[in-house]
């Protein structure tokens, strides 16, 4: 059969990387110009890729607004090939239902304007997430195109070692750990290996003769695929000129200007037999391992951590008050969230979640994320506004008494403990009673009274009054001018145990009718603070600053936890590099001091500081070696003799009810070029252990493959690390750090948590400093651990999930409402289902649904909303003709709609 060549125009659209995003965006306006006019000029210019993102129109239309038609004309033409995703985000430090949403909005964007391109477009990102197939075909895609994570073998090596990680083909078949199926496509000559190409006859033969070469070594099929463009590529105007050339010098060879579509209507007919299938993540497992860009997990980690806080914002407190809200209103602010999500989402590109820019960018991240931020808690805020408003408080408070109700929402999906702590207004003063500073004065002087909170059965709840102020604040009704006030707060801590997944309960806040006596007896930490210990939990605090703890329901003791380790990073912004025969340096050898900070019948608090003196950079040899741009690894930098303190301060929290020891750890970096990270030894040896990544808790080896030079493995995680063996294991949460390592130490496993990576430079294919990168600033890092037995693995993941969440508090008036104070809006789900989403559907106001199944075992779907009935959906929320299912099967993914019944 006669080869054929497929040259698919493209340019690949980092829309900020090496430089700040307008130096892109301005040439971008020039690439799409250029494209829309040699539409119009050239009409063997057939088509062109508009690499998979549907933001590049509106970051277009922007600037030229006056270009929407003729947009549009190429568009339904069929010249213009957009979608199907709203961004290419990076896949692993980007949440479950980013992925999501991602293609949601996409996809909806892309029909606005005629159809997507059906094709999973991943063309440069940093590794594949295992459910990638199952998140095309819940979608209707059977393809996806992606640029890393296998190792391609080609014909010379026609043996597949592991055939779960590499294929000889750049087609393969790639597999979910659901068992769902799709077709991949692996750039294996990269992205661009059809770009520039020549039109004279001399340099088109050997450009061919290479490029045809290249193709066909990893090609099952004829049909060639050849990628016309590279990263902000500016489109080829003398192409249909090359290709006739082309055409004319290979008589037996057919070269085409193509399509995807085109493409794979051709390659699918063909496809051979013995296809090699590739399973779950492709991370590179099977190179040398320098080259899998997992680093990227602690570049910037505080982009990483207002990522987890804002994504929570969205996906765990907006939209799930936005939810419950619209039975009392009618109304769910679709155009807002989509608004804040795009404004999120603009930040998930593989080059701006990972921090893997220059300064300029990554400042714009932070702005980004604080817009999206607000724009959740406005929602968040107005949401709960309608919700309190009609909670009946009246029976909470008893004729004539002054009390105060409040309102603790769990807008997490899964049961939740822990303590609460809010400012409760308890008296207020307008400005048109005085003037401000008078009033002020007269609150101030208002004597202290002792409070007691009362439930919605009126029976008194533990709680601690904490501190009181006087402050101004000021409402904004909808329909008069502002209302400054002063007013009188007092600060209140209660304990919520066990409070079920979305639901609500409402306290009074009351004047207590006696001064309560101080009792100690209950209280979390020992008298000499060095033991915190509840029903679950016994930690000792060692005086190297290492926690000893008890799991009390199993006797299980695990030793040395919470130990600091700094070492020298001579790498970039991608990747890790510690300088050769350096020794670590560990908080157990520097100067601890302890301090209890809190301790009540309710939590305590031990605040450790490690004194950690450590080089206050690299040598003077690293910077030379960055400007001569030689490779990481071949660099000889080592730290530099000057040192200075590191202090890093960690509170260690145990509440009352609580299986988890929280951790707050205040890092003062001024040290450049070090990694810091928090070890916990496990004393356990397994082989494997277990990570949250997108819809999956994946199972990961702890030992790397033969090949692999790389002395560290570096993986991603979003809420949880968990090693186990048959009778014991650990959970480390952590809240906005993603990366994380198995160490084998003394024959068992320590699981490594990095807090703070600092490098000097973005790396890739040139010298780029980045001085913010060496992250020069006090950061607080929050992570969390429990344990378990044999049973409540899920327990624990779920605990995990829930640190991101906070409890969310609403003061209220005394008034009648037709809510009752305690309510619970879904049923409990079996926790080893996780929740990711509970929103409303933009077409029909239902409520939306999302959970998958975090156990390797099949689970009966026992999720219930109150007063709705349930239907099958697939990720683009459109009614599925399935029945509903009852059970949710190891690794699957359920979307479901739920009308009033
Ligand atoms: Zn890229």
């Known amino acids: 059969m006669m080869k054929k060549v497929y040259i698919l125009s493209h340019s690949h659209w980092d829309r900020e990387w090496y430089l700040p995003y307008e130096q892109h965006h301005m040439r971008l306006v020039e690439l799409i110009d250029d494209v829309l006019a040699l539409f119009e000029t050239d009409p063997e210019f057939k088509s062109f890729h508009l690499d998979g993102q549907t933001i590049i129109l509106e970051d277009y239309l922007q600037v030229r ?330 029976s909470l408070s008893e004729e004539g008494s002054n009390g105060y109700p409040f309102v603790v929402f769990n807008t997490s999906g899964s049961e939740k403990t822990g303590s609460v702590t809010t400012w409760v207004e308890v008296e207020r003063l307008p400005f048109s009673e005085g003037m401000p500073q008078e009033l002020y004065a007269r609150l101030k002087e208002r004597k202290g009274l002792d409070f007691e909170v009362k439930n919605a059965q009126g029976e008194v709840v533990p709680s601690h009054i904490i501190a009181d102020k006087v402050d101004f604040h000021y409402d904004l009704p909808k329909d008069k001018f502002r209302q400054p006030f002063v007013a009188r707060y007092v600060q209140v801590e209660l304990l919520m145990t066990d409070v079920p997944g979305l639901s609500w309960q409402t306290f009074l806040l009351a004047p207590a009718a006696e001064k309560k006596a101080a009792s100690t007896e209950a209280n979390i930490a020992s008298s000499n603070g060095r033991v915190l210990e509840n029903r679950w939990l016994k930690a000792e605090i060692k005086d190297n600053g290492t926690l000893t703890v008890e799991n009390k329901d199993t006797g299980k003791v695990y030793e040395n936890l919470l130990q600091f380790e700094d070492v020298g990073d001579i790498g970039n912004e991608y990747i890790f590099k510690q300088p050769e025969n350096e020794r670590p340096i560990y ?208 327990r624990t993941y779920q605990e995990a999930m829930n640190v991101q969440v906070p409890f969310s508090v609403y003061q209220t008036s005394v008034h009648s409402g037709s809510l009752k104070p305690d309510t619970q809006f879904i049923a409990q789900t079996d926790e080893r289902l996780a929740l990711t989403a509970f929103k409303r559907n933009k077409e029909n106001n239902q409520i939306v649904t999302r959970l998958y199944n975090l156990a390797n075992e099949e689970v009966s779907l026992d999720l219930k909303v109150m007063g709705h009935e349930a239907q099958n959906c697939n990720l683009l929320e459109e009614p599925e003709k399935t029945a509903n299912p009852s059970v949710v099967e190891p690794f699957e993914i359920v979307t479901q709609s739920w009308q009033k019944n």
């Open 65 to 394: 607004p006056e270009k929407e038609a003729l947009l549009r004309k190429h568009i339904e033409n069929g010249k213009l090939k957009i979608g199907p995703f709203y961004i290419l985000q990076d896949a692993f430090l980007t949440s479950s239902e980013s992925n999501v949403r991602n293609m949601l909005i996409g996809i909806e964007d892309s029909r606005k304007w005629g159809a997507p391109v059906e094709v999973g477009y991943f063309p440069d990102t940093f590794g594949n997430m295992g459910q990638t197939p199952q998140l095309m075909r819940q979608v209707g895609f059977k393809t996806a195109a992606f640029g890393r994570g296998v190792k391609t073998t080609g014909f010379n090596n026609a043996v597949v070692d592991d055939e779960k990680y590499a294929s000889q083909f750049s087609e393969m078949w790639w597999k979910g750990p659901d068992g769902s199926e799709i077709l991949g496509l692996l750039f294996a000559n990269w992205y661009s290996n059809g770009n520039e190409v020549p039109d004279t006859p001399e340099e088109a033969k050997a450009f061919w003769d290479q490029k045809l070469a290249d193709a066909e070594q990893y090609a099952s099929t004829d049909h060639l695929l050849m990628m016309n463009g590279c990263d902000h590529q500016p489109v080829q105007k003398n192409l249909s000129k090359a290709i006739r050339l082309a055409n004319e010098l290979y008589p037996d060879v057919t070269f085409i200007h193509a399509s995807f579509d085109e493409y794979l209507a051709a390659l699918e007919k063909d496809l051979p037999k013995n296809l090699n299938t590739v399973t779950g993540e492709l991370t590179s497992q099977e190179t040398d391992g320098w080259y899998t860009l997992a680093n990227t997990a602690s570049s910037r980690m505080y982009l990483k951590q207002w990522n987890a806080r804002v994504s929570r914002q969205l996906e765990n407190i907006a939209e799930p008050l936005a939810t419950m809200a619209y039975e009392e209103t009618g109304e769910y602010p679709h155009d807002q969230l989509t608004y804040a999500w795009k404004t999120l989402m603009q930040n998930h590109p593989h080059d701006s979640i990972c921090g893997c820019s220059v300064d300029e960018v990554h400042r714009e991240n932070v702005t980004r994320f604080e817009k999206a931020n607000e724009v959740g808690k406005y929602l968040a805020d107005e949401a709960a506004a309608q919700l309190i408003k009609n909670i009946d408080t009246a």
């Open 587 to 794: 908080s157990m050898d520097s100067d601890i001091e302890v301090q209890t900070v809190k301790n009540t019948e309710l939590a305590a608090a031990i605040e450790i500081t490690a004194n950690m003196e450590i080089p206050v950079s690299a040598d003077e040899r690293l910077e030379e070696e960055q400007r001569s741009m030689i490779e990481f690894r071949y660099r000889e930098a080592q730290r530099s003799k000057e040192t200075t303190t590191m202090v890093v301060k960690t509170t260690v929290t145990l509440e009352k009810d609580s299986r988890q020891l929280k951790f707050a750890t205040k890092i003062v970096n001024n040290s450049k070029d070090h990694r810091l990270r928090v070890l916990f030894p496990t004393s356990l040896q397994t082989d494997t252990h277990f990570a949250d990544s997108i819809f999956e808790v994946v199972e990961r080896p702890n030992k790397v493959n033969k090949d692999w030079q790389n002395p560290t493995n570096p993986q991603h995680t979003h809420a949880f690390v968990n090693l186990h063996d048959a009778e014991n294991g650990m959970t480390v949460a952590t809240v906005g750090l993603n990366e994380y390592e198995v160490l084998a130490q003394n024959d068992q496993q320590t699981i490594a948590v990095t807090l703070l990576r600092s490098v000097g430079e973005l790396g890739d294919w040139g010298y780029f400093p980045t001085p913010e990168a060496q992250c020069l600033d006090t950061y607080t890092m929050t992570y969390a651990l429990s344990f378990h037995g044999q049973k409540g693995i899920e």
